[in-house]
């Protein structure tokens, strides 16, 4: 599935078939930090992604 | 698939801090009842009251402003262009493009057009990190605005993301002058309006959520000259505990309100009364020169524009090349 990242904006392609919140853990990220958008839909962490998925993974934190 | 706690339809998110999953409407009924909490256990403000909205174009003012009207209020907002490059473009564009479509009163102060200078420019004219002339600026416009157009009260979309990481920099240091003044209501006091945080019971992953299911268009990317700072790495501190120990943000925060900032309330009424600044006519703590915002005007605005990625720190300036690319960075200021 392609998984788009933001700041920067980026994607990379990583195998489907898995929850989430386990894609968060893989990549290092939050999930309190983040929301997990999947083809264009706002989905819980436990959610199953599947290889033809388009998933956006939205930073939520800001400094100001 | 996950279920929503309230209705058994599918869930849109997880919030581990209520232990429940929600769908969209039940995600916005909870997100308003919060926002309603506040601002009754506050005594914020009265339905009567004309709120005046501090808009960025991210996801906590516009979320608030979007609140507020959906509960009834009067509500305006004001955007203030503080000249952060495509950033400041950007967000720009997106809090007009809300006041348009929803018919709402939108009052914008540009900094550069109005004053001579920007934050970028600020911040290398002071020598000081871009955020503090930029707190300074927008604070300081905030109650000019509020009192010029005769607004009851300012309201800014500070979330319990913001606030919990306000105080555990404070507790760090026990600064105790800042603790005591820690609060998401300053009232009206010596020519400074009243100043109110409906979203204090509200996290920023809450935030985004209500912006997403709502439809709502927000400038995702953060601030360039905030990336990096000392907030954003609290913040990130007390997300790890969370996952960890899910609500262990709001107990911090609320419990602070709840059991310790009263112990801390009455170092707050000593406070003297400021003088008028001679050159704006603001109120002043600085024994009869210009406001601190005046001499950062006088400063800056003598300063050669300065682009944004020459301020950037070495993380920053990475992250700003990489989404608005580096050929055209200094072509902006």
């Known amino acids: ?64 | 698939m996950s279920k929503c706690r309230s209705c058994g339809e599918p869930a849109v998110v997880d919030l581990p801090r209520h232990n429940a999953n929600f769908c969209s409407v039940h995600l916005q009924q909870l997100c308003t009842r919060q926002v309603e909490r506040a601002i009754s256990d506050h005594s914020m403000f009265a339905p009567e009251d004309r709120i005046l909205v501090a808009v960025s174009g991210g996801k906590d003012s516009l979320a608030l402003w979007d609140m507020l009207i959906e509960l009834g209020y009067r509500a305006d907002g004001l955007y203030i262009g503080l000249g952060i490059g495509e950033y400041s473009e950007e967000s720009h564009r997106i809090t007009a493009e809300f006041a348009d479509t929803r018919g709402l009163t939108l009052h914008t102060v540009d900094l550069r057009a109005e004053h001579g200078f920007d934050i970028p420019t600020a911040a290398r004219a002071t020598k000081r990190v871009p955020c503090s002339a930029c707190g300074l600026s927008k604070r300081h416009i905030f109650d000019r605005e509020t009192r010029r157009h005769g607004y009851d009260v300012l309201a800014t979309g500070h979330n319990l993301d913001d606030e919990a990481a306000v105080l555990l920099g404070n507790t760090i240091r026990w600064d105790v002058d800042y603790l005591s003044r820690q609060s998401p209501v300053l009232p009206e006091r010596h020519g400074f309006p009243r100043k109110v945080k409906p979203l204090i019971r509200l996290t920023e992953r809450e935030m985004a959520a209500w912006c997403v299911v709502r439809g709502i268009d927000y400038v995702v990317e953060e601030c360039p000259m905030a990336i990096g700072n000392r907030h954003a790495g609290l913040k990130e501190t007390l997300n790890a505990m969370d996952e960890r120990s899910p609500g262990t943000k709001a107990s911090f925060y609320l419990g602070f309100l709840d059991r310790m900032a009263p112990l801390l309330r009455e170092r707050t009424d000593a406070e003297a009364a400021p003088e008028a600044c001679p050159s704006c006519g603001s109120p002043s703590s600085s024994d009869g020169m210009p406001c601190s915002f005046c001499r950062l005007e006088e400063n800056a605005g003598s300063h050669e524009p300065v682009p944004v990625r020459m301020v950037l720190n070495r993380v920053a300036r990475r992250a700003f090349d990489a989404q608005w690319g580096e050929e055209s960075s200094d072509d902006r200021g």
């Open chain 1, 1 to 64: 599935m392609i998984v788009r990242l933001r700041q920067p904006r980026r994607e990379v392609e990583i195998p489907g078939g898995r929850a989430a919140h386990a894609v968060l853990r893989d990549l290092g990220l939050s999930r309190e930090g983040h929301l997990v958008i999947c083809n264009g839909t706002l989905v819980p962490s436990d959610t199953m992604l599947a290889d033809d998925d388009v998933v956006e993974i939205r930073p939520v934190i800001s400094g100001g």
